[in-house]
């Protein structure tokens, strides 16, 4: 059974950094692309960033770029999110995602519902 479990998730004030985790389980995901999601309350699910399945690209939400960082472990089965310089407005609950389908480019369009999803870390940005 596929798991995808984050972590690293917390508070933080403002201007501070954070490093999200999604370790994958129950397969190997070495040729599929990876991303993050978050969802603020009242919000929709928002794209933030996204790896290809090769490592080479990776996207980005216009609200994070050049602050946030998505990378991917060599054996590519975990992916992360390096986020400096935070901002109240990133407060949200961040999901991580997996596209079933193998190749992919890590663009947002790529993940849908019935992809891989994790089960989601808060992260709260105090001003």
């Known amino acids: 059974q596929v798991q995808l479990v984050e972590s690293g998730g917390g508070l933080v004030q403002a201007g501070g950094s954070l490093r999200l985790s999604c370790a994958a389980s129950g397969r190997t995901f070495s040729n599929h692309c990876m991303g993050w999601f978050r969802q603020a309350p009242g919000k929709e699910r928002e794209f933030v960033a996204g790896i290809s399945w090769s490592g080479f690209s990776t996207y980005y939400g216009d609200s994070v770029k050049g602050r946030f960082t998505i990378s991917r472990d060599g054996d590519k089965n975990a992916v992360h999110l390096q986020m400096n310089n935070l901002k109240p407005e990133d407060t949200a609950v961040y999901y991580c995602?997996?596209?079933?389908?193998?190749?992919?480019?890590?663009?947002?369009?790529?993940?849908?519902?019935?992809?891989?999803w994790g089960q989601g870390a808060q992260v709260t940005v105090s001003s």
């Open positions: 995602a997996v596209d079933k389908v193998p190749y992919g480019s890590g663009e947002s369009g790529r993940f849908g519902g019935d992809d891989y």
